[in-house]
């Protein structure tokens, strides 16, 4: 069983920046890949990007390619996303999610790829 806990969601102006994390614990993996998706009020979720260990690869749906970058600090279990150049469009409940094993793009984009899931962190971006 993995357990994964975001943080860093919080209220920023358009432009601005944040941090989030993603820290896993319990029975890691490893190889493994994480995404991050997002749920914004009244739409279905959506795939921001993953990084898979394996390969050192990150992948990025085109929304916010060049402005997200997603990272891992492997010492620590924990997979960053660095958002920057924020729009309103960007807010949302931005969860992270486990897929063990090495899934390969583009089925990352699937949410049925990922075992685990997190709670969430609320990311709103105020024009």
């Known amino acids: 069983q993995v357990h994964l806990a975001e943080s860093g969601g919080d209220s920023v102006q358009a432009g601005g920046s944040l941090r989030l994390s993603c820290a896993a614990t319990g029975n890691t993996y490893r190889n493994f890949c994480l995404g991050w998706f997002r749920q914004a009020l009244g739409k279905e979720r959506e795939w921001v990007a993953s990084h898979c260990t394996a390969t050192g690869s990150s992948y990025y749906d085109d929304s916010v390619k060049g402005r997200f970058t997603i990272s891992q600090d492997a010492p620590k279990d924990t997979m960053n996303l660095q958002m920057s150049s924020l729009k309103p469009e960007d807010a949302a409940m931005y969860s992270c999610?486990?897929?063990?094993?090495?899934?390969?793009?583009?089925?990352?984009?699937?949410?049925?790829?990922?075992?685990?899931w997190g709670q969430g962190t609320r990311v709103t971006v105020s024009s």
């Open positions: 999610a486990l897929a063990p094993g090495r899934p390969v793009f583009p089925l990352l984009t699937d949410e049925r790829v990922y075992t685990y």
